[in-house]
Structures are given as structure tokens and as C-alpha cells.
């Protein structure tokens, strides 16, 4: 198993040497913007050339993390960003939005790593990766033991599967439920954990049925080795460097077949207890049950004391600890924020003892002047100098350097990346984009929608109004297609429906199971119909098929390269994200080149997972929490979709900035063909979407 990649997670400096020193073969890690991180401690973009050099020292490989949606105004800093990476010799970049794509022949000397938010969930899925320049794909993190087969030695992509840390209730990169509650997107980066916390069904039940146990293979690796895959990654930018070291160490010793089976089974409980909640193999193994609740909560075994294990906390201690010195006088060892430095006060000669600061009023004093509310200092005196006084004037100079080192350590980078020459292709396409839009954009904000997002049965009532009601209008059918649909009766639904039909939904979520019904569907529809892509996966089997295609709400962008890039791949429209901000929307509408759908009525779906829920929180069942966020779960082809119970509606707004192609109702979450909502949310329009 010696040729088995371990990758571990740098959040900061302390994180990056713990996995190096335990044996780490690569290490990912972001900057200070533009990464699925951003509460991690990160890196400057001035510290990259040093930071990757360390690590090739090291025996190890650099991947960098550029793994969000890009708004309009990231697509500079990403191409920049490109070009660092390329110029300090970093070996792979990890990416999720289609603009990078549009760059990647243009930064020859990068390899491109499809990021776990890209939402590869089969098969065709690395299919697509491959034909796409894509050398490596991180897998859905919900795959079991045979899908994890099937992608294995898909052409020349390499696999990499996560083997330990945190996993999403939601599948990676289909989650809106954080930027809903308050703007805060997962998919830039900037989670809030909101499935972490209590949910409340209608019965008065509460518990934590979204929050997951935490993923652990250690015992699997041989078989993963033996499956063909790459590499074997452990989740936990924003963990302390003690886990990561703990977890590298763990894994270091595994691969090289130094623990016996009950050992490692020791260690994995280790790692539980320090992260605060069980262990577990279940996607694996093929289970999808008993993966979430108060079990997802433990109480660590140092403290005793339960722990939410949130993953937003940043571990890293600021710390001073003052010893004696064997060569004479005093030390003063420091680490803030990450940075470590060493002062010594020379032995000194107290002349008036009453005039003297003893080492405990000392380090008193510089507690509360170099600590704070937000990042407490922790102090250790050496017992043996307890009753050690040191002159006024010497514990004043100590106090200035210290803290001229905090402000220098707290001098954080803005994370801009500058004075990088960029490729001359690379620049076209930026400035391109200040040319005038798509002519087909002509509908603003605030006029008629005219194409509606329906389920099969829903199109069957809006066909009952008449044909005036169709005469003036377009249906988007999406029959929830998978591994158990009546294939046959679906066709011939859709064929029955004529020319009302716009186009025809594939899912946003598949399986290996539902590749052939999903093949047999566009065989048998692909010369008659549009198809609504809605992931890479059904994009690599449309394409297969020769099938027209727009780009579904799966695949959305805030970005028009983004747009770009799919249109270049056969897509005649491209979807806008709706948790996009109104300052963005207006942006990506004056700039885009391709044909735009937005989304202005619709019961958002905020999470889409495998996980069968616990007894009283499935189905049907309205969930909400502390802040009234109200969720209804409803199972849609291989997965079950929480769905907001307030929708999102902008058909009362009016903005002649926002031009689009179509403006969509989108009713496929609805009960009803006439919603009548007593409330209803704007969204992010009206605040800023981080």
C-alpha cells in the first residue's frame, strides 16, 4: 500500500508541520480567499512560494484549495490566483466552479483536482472529469464500497476518497440551508454549521437528526488500496495541529502495516473522542441509517463534558511560557496567532525589592495586555521561579516587544494576489466580458413568468386550465428519475404532453444504480426533447446521447465565464444560483454572453442527502429550529430534498438591470399548481451573499 497517496489538512502553519512530521505524502490548503475554508487560519499569498518549497523539502506534494462558486468580481483574484500557484510550483489545484475550466489549458504546469464540491456522486461523473482535463476527482463522501469501485480506473482519473473527519448532512456542494438562514454560503466557503444544531418536528420532538457522525475507514484502507484508489484524504482544515498529527500518524502507521486490527480499531476511538462525536463507516459499508442524532454528540474522554464538535473553531492557543534559563536569567517563550518567538532577560540585581514587579504580577500584567475576549493567553511559570522579582524597567521593555510582535503577527494579508503577469488568452477572456450581453436576454426583472418549473403530475393540472393558460406558456418536466422509475411510462408521459414541454429534468443527484434507466431515457427522448442538465454526471450521459441541453439549477452560476465555459460545452442556457445577491445578479446579467434562466418563485431545495432520517423527522415531517427555519423533507429520485417552507419570490420585484431569457416559477416543491404562501423570502437579493 506504499503507493497510496495520504493527504492530509493544513488549515495554518501549525496544522502544515503536524502533517509533514507524521508523514503526510501531500497536503491541501487554501489562501486567504477564494477556498472552502475561510475559517480556517489559511495562508498569504505572500507565503506561498516559502509554504510549497517547505513541503517539496519535505518529500510531499501541494494542492491548493480554490474550491467555491465565483461571483463575478472573484474571477480576476481566481485567475491570479492560477497564476501564483503556477509560479510557486504548486502541484494541483482543487476546483468547483466551471470558470476555472475556461483557464485551465492557459496554466499548462497545473494539474486540476475536480473538489469534492463539484458533487462527482458515479461513475460518468469521472467520465465527464477526464474529458474535462481533470486528473483527479474527489468522491461524494455517500458512496459505498461498490460505487467506489465502479470509478475507480475510469480512463487515466485518479480517485481520492475521504477516510476521515466531518461529514455534510447534505451532499457536498447541493447546500443552501447556511446562506438561507443568514447569508453565510457553504458553497463560498463560509458555513455556519446550522445542521448542527437542535431541530424541532411538529410533535414537539427535539433532537439532532441533521447533525452526522463523523466519517472513519482507517480499517477499510486495504480494500481501498485494493479498489484502486489514488489517495486517502482526511478532512480537518479547521482542526488543531494536535488532531491532525494524531489522525496523519494514525493513518502513516496504518498503510505501512505497523497496527494490528485492534489497534487501529484503539486509535479510531481516539480520534472520535477528541473530535466529539462517534465514528463511522456506514456510506461505506452501504447503510444509510443510524448516521445522525444525539449520537453525533459524545463527551471527550479528557473532560468528560459533551462537545457540539462544531467545525468552525479555530484551535490554534496563544501561549507564554516563562522558564528559567539554565545559561542564566529568564525566558520568555511565545506563540501568537501560529508565530512562535523567544525573549530572555539577563539575570538582574534588585536593589529595592519594594520597587521590583514579581514574575506572577508580571504575567498578570501581561495577560490582560496581551490577551483578549476573542483570543485569550494562556501563561505557565516554571514552579522553580515563582518568587522571582525582575526590575520595573525590565518587565516594561519585555511588555513592548511583545507586544510589537503581536501587532506584527496580526498584520493579517488581505489575501489579494498581485503583480502576477497573467497569460495573454487568460486576460482576453477577462476583458471580454465587458462587451455588451446575449440579445436573447431581453426579459427584466418584475415582467410575467412564462416558464414553469413542474413535476409530471403538476403538468397535468396546468394542462386541465386549457389551452389558453399553455397557449402563453412553457413546462420544464422533471419526473425525479431514478434506479426505480418505470422508464417506459415516463416517455410516454412526456410525449404525451407535446409541445408545451420546454425541456425535461434529469436529477441533480445520481447513483451508479440509476446509470442505466437514466440511459435508457435519453435514448429513447433525445431526438425529441431538451434536456435540463443538472450535474456533471448527467452531462457526461446527455452528451453520449448527442442530447440538446440547457443547464438546470444543479448546475447554477454566479459567474459569466462560467457561463461561458458551459456554453462551449453544449449547454444552450445556463441557470443563475438563486442564492445569489442582488449586486451580483446585476453584474453577471451585464456581462454574460449566453442565455440566462433565473428562478423567481420557488420552495428552494436547501439540502438534498442520502441519509434515511430517524423516526419523526422524515417524510412529510416540517422540521424547525431555534430561528423558525422551517424545512419539509420530501423523497425525489435517489434522495430525500429539505425544502424550505417558506419560498423564495421575486415576482413582485422590479429591477430593469436584471435581464434575462426566462424568468422561472419553479412549483416542483409546492403541493399546489396556485401557492398562496402567507409569507415568503427574498433570499439573499436584499443582503450580501458571503
Keep these: 500500500m506504499k503507493n497510496i497517496e495520504l493527504l492530509a489538512p493544513a488549515g495554518g502553519k501549525l496544522q502544515l508541520e503536524a502533517a509533514l512530521e507524521a508523514g503526510a505524502n501531500a497536503v491541501y490548503f487554501g489562501l486567504k480567499k477564494l477556498n472552502a475554508r475561510t475559517g480556517a487560519q489559511?495562508?498569504?499569498?505572500?507565503?506561498?512560494?516559502?509554504?510549497?518549497?517547505?513541503?517539496?523539502?519535505?518529500?510531499?506534494?501541494?494542492?491548493?484549495?480554490?474550491?467555491?462558486d465565483l461571483s463575478e468580481r472573484d474571477l480576476g483574484l481566481a485567475a491570479r490566483t492560477l497564476?501564483?500557484?503556477?509560479?510557486?510550483?504548486?502541484?494541483?489545484?482543487?476546483?468547483?466552479?466551471?470558470a476555472l475550466l475556461l483557464f485551465r489549458p492557459f496554466f499548462p504546469k497545473l494539474s486540476f483536482h475536480f473538489s469534492t464540491q463539484a458533487a462527482v456522486s458515479s461513475s460518468a461523473g469521472v467520465e465527464a472529469a477526464g474529458s474535462l482535463g481533470i486528473s483527479r476527482v474527489v468522491l461524494a463522501r455517500e458512496l459505498n464500497r461498490d460505487e467506489i469501485a465502479a470509478c475507480c480506473g475510469v480512463g487515466d482519473v485518479e480517485i481520492e476518497v475521504f477516510v476521515q473527519g466531518a461529514m455534510c448532512f447534505s451532499c457536498s456542494g447541493r447546500c443552501y440551508l447556511s446562506s438561507w438562514v443568514g447569508g453565510r454560503s457553504g458553497n463560498r466557503g463560509c458555513c455556519a454549521s446550522p445542521c448542527r444544531v437542535k431541530w424541532e418536528n411538529e410533535s414537539g420532538e427535539v433532537g439532532n437528526p441533521l447533525s452526522m457522525h463523523d466519517l472513519c475507514l482507517a480499517q477499510h484502507i486495504g480494500a481501498l488500496g485494493t479498489l484502486g484508489v489514488a489517495s486517502l484524504k482526511i478532512e480537518g482544515r479547521l482542526k488543531s495541529a494536535a488532531w491532525v498529527s494524531r489522525a496523519v500518524e494514525l493513518y502513516r502507521l496504518a498503510l505501512d502495516g505497523k497496527l494490528t486490527d485492534e489497534d487501529l480499531a484503539n486509535a479510531s476511538l481516539e480520534l472520535g473522542g477528541y473530535a466529539g462525536r462517534q465514528m463511522s463507516d456506514?456510506?461505506?459499508?452501504?447503510?444509510?441509517?443510524?448516521?445522525?442524532?444525539?449520537?453525533?454528540?459524545?463527551?471527550?474522554?479528557?473532560?468528560?463534558?459533551?462537545?457540539?464538535?462544531t467545525e468552525g473553531a479555530n484551535e490554534s492557543v496563544n501561549s507564554l511560557s516563562i522558564i528559567d534559563d539554565p545559561a542564566g536569567g529568564t525566558l520568555f517563550n511565545f506563540t501568537y496567532q501560529a508565530e512562535t518567538t523567544q525573549f530572555r532577560i539577563p539575570p538582574q540585581r534588585i536593589a529595592n525589592p519594594r520597587r521590583a514587579t514579581s514574575i506572577v504580577e508580571l504575567a498578570e500584567t501581561l495577560k490582560s495586555t496581551l490577551g483578549s475576549e476573542d483570543n485569550d493567553l494562556e501563561i505557565s511559570i516554571d514552579p522553580a521561579i515563582e518568587d522571582l522579582l525582575l526590575p520595573r524597567n525590565a518587565c516594561n521593555r519585555l511588555a513592548d516587544q511583545l507586544t510589537a510582535f503581536v501587532r506584527q503577527s496580526s498584520k493579517s494579508s488581505d489575501g489579494r494576489v498581485r503583480d502576477i503577469a497573467l497569460p495573454s488568452e487568460v486576460t482576453q477572456l477577462l476583458d471580454q466580458r465587458k462587451h455588451p450581453g446575449c440579445p436573447e436576454n431581453a426579459k427584466t426583472l418584475g415582467m410575467r413568468p412564462t416558464l414553469?418549473?413542474?413535476?409530471?403530475?403538476?403538468?397535468?393540472?396546468?394542462?386541465?386550465?386549457?389551452?389558453?393558460?399553455?397557449?402563453?406558456?412553457?413546462?420544464?418536466?422533471?419526473?425525479k428519475l431514478c434506479a426505480s422509475s418505470d422508464v417506459t411510462g415516463l416517455v410516454k408521459s412526456i410525449r404525451e404532453l407535446g409541445d408545451v414541454v420546454h425541456a425535461v429534468a434529469l436529477p441533480a443527484v445520481m447513483y451508479e444504480a440509476d446509470l442505466k434507466p437514466i440511459q435508457a431515457f435519453l435514448a429513447e427522448l433525445s431526438g425529441e426533447v431538451v434536456f435540463e442538465i443538472n450535474s456533471w454526471d448527467t452531462w457526461q450521459l446527455a452528451k453520449k446521447a448527442n442530447a440538446k441541453m440547457i443547464a438546470g439549477p444543479g448546475m447554477a452560476i454566479l459567474n459569466s465565464l462560467a457561463a461561458k465555459q458551459l456554453q462551449q460545452l453544449g449547454f444552450a442556457a445556463n441557470w443563475i444560483s438563486p442564492e445569489i445577491d442582488q449586486g451580483q445578479l446585476e453584474e453577471l446579467c451585464s456581462r454574460a454572453q449566453s442565455p440566462l434562466y433565473l428562478t423567481v418563485y420557488a420552495n428552494i431545495p436547501l439540502m438534498q442527502t442520502r441519509v434515511e432520517m430517524p423516526s419523526g423527522y422524515g417524510e412529510n415531517h416540517i422540521l424547525s429550529d431555534g430561528r423558525n427555519v422551517r424545512l419539509r423533507p420530501v423523497r425525489e429520485g435517489s434522495v430525500t430534498v429539505f425544502r424550505s417552507c417558506v419560498p423564495l419570490d421575486w415576482t413582485k420585484l422590479k429591477n430593469p438591470k436584471v435581464r434575462v431569457a426566462q424568468l422561472v416559477v419553479d412549483l416542483t416543491g409546492s403541493d399546489t399548481i396556485e401557492p398562496r404562501p402567507t409569507s415568503t423570502s427574498l433570499f439573499n437579493y436584499d443582503r450580501r451573499l458571503r
Design 282 to 309: 456506514a456510506f461505506y459499508q452501504g447503510t444509510l441509517g443510524s448516521l445522525t442524532g444525539e449520537g453525533a454528540r459524545v463527551a471527550r474522554p479528557e473532560t468528560g463534558q459533551e462537545t457540539s464538535g
Design 452 to 479: 414553469f418549473r413542474v413535476s409530471l403530475q403538476q403538468a397535468g393540472k396546468l394542462i386541465e386550465k386549457g389551452p389558453d393558460f399553455l397557449a402563453r406558456r412553457k413546462l420544464i418536466i422533471d419526473p
Design 42 to 68: 489559511n495562508f498569504a499569498p505572500e507565503e506561498l512560494a516559502e509554504i510549497v518549497s517547505e513541503i517539496h523539502r519535505r518529500g510531499a506534494k501541494a494542492y491548493l484549495t480554490l474550491n467555491i
Design 83 to 98: 497564476g501564483l500557484a503556477e509560479s510557486c510550483g504548486v502541484d494541483a489545484v482543487l476546483v468547483r466552479d466551471a
